[in-house]
Structure formats: C-alpha cells, structure tokens
C-alpha cells in the first residue's frame, strides 16, 4: 500500500499487487475501491490532469466525482 494523495478532504492509497486504488472521502466518510479497468481508467484520468493544473482544489474536484453516487460506501466500524 502506497499513499499517492492526502488532501484534507481525501486520500488516495495504492495497491500495487491488486492493482488498485482505494479512494477516501474523508468529510463524508465514504471509501471505493477501484481495481482493474476502472482502476486503468482512473491513473490515466489522474495522469491526463496537466501538471499545472494540479491544485488541491482540482485534485479534490476530481475526485468528488469518482465518489458521488452508488458506487462509493459508508466507512463502518466494527
């Protein structure tokens, strides 16, 4: 597991032997991991983000997106 983005609002966490990426909400306490074609998609959506463009506040924009919807969880503690 590798931190690749800590932002106050989110982190990004790697997984290379899964070849994953585990997105973190952290202001809505939501988590989604990404894993195969969804998680190519994602390094390649990160990668096309010029360098002078990437702000916290862009980074954190984009990432919103991957999370609004169905697709993201609640974090739950046990």
Do not use: W
């Amino acid at each position: 597991m590798n931190v690749v983005y800590n932002s106050p609002h989110y982190s990004v966490l790697s997984y290379p032997a899964q070849e994953g990426f585990e997105l973190l909400d952290k202001g809505a306490r939501r988590i989604l991991f990404l894993q195969g074609v969804c998680a190519h998609h994602f390094r390649d959506a990160i990668n096309d983000i010029p360098e002078k463009d990437r702000t916290e506040e862009a980074i954190d924009a984009f990432l919103d997106d991957y999370c609004v919807g169905g697709e993201a969880q609640p974090i739950v503690f046990h």
